[in-house]
């Protein structure tokens, strides 16, 4: 069995600034998900910190949120 990782600090940025982005504009997992066309419960890990996310699912939500990809990997968003 594969031992777990600790997440970078740029995993952790990424996930809180996903989520207070998110809860800012009143949106649930669901219909973040829903909007990003992805699943639920990857949002729900990503914003975990549990998934190395791809660049590519970086955009989508980024889109779905409506700001940049650059925003949610600073240090405070």
Do not use: W
Not at 8 to 33: D, H, I, P, V, Y
């Amino acid at each position: 069995m594969k031992k777990k990782s600790t997440p970078s600090a740029t995993r952790l940025f990424f996930a809180r600034n996903l989520k207070a982005t998110r809860e800012r504009l009143g949106l649930s997992q669901e219909a973040l998900a829903e909007i990003a066309e992805l699943h639920r419960t990857y949002v729900g890990s990503v914003e975990r910190g549990e998934r190395n996310i791809s660049i590519d699912n970086i955009e989508c939500l980024a889109k779905a949120l409506g700001v940049s990809p650059a925003s949610l990997l600073e240090e405070s968003a």
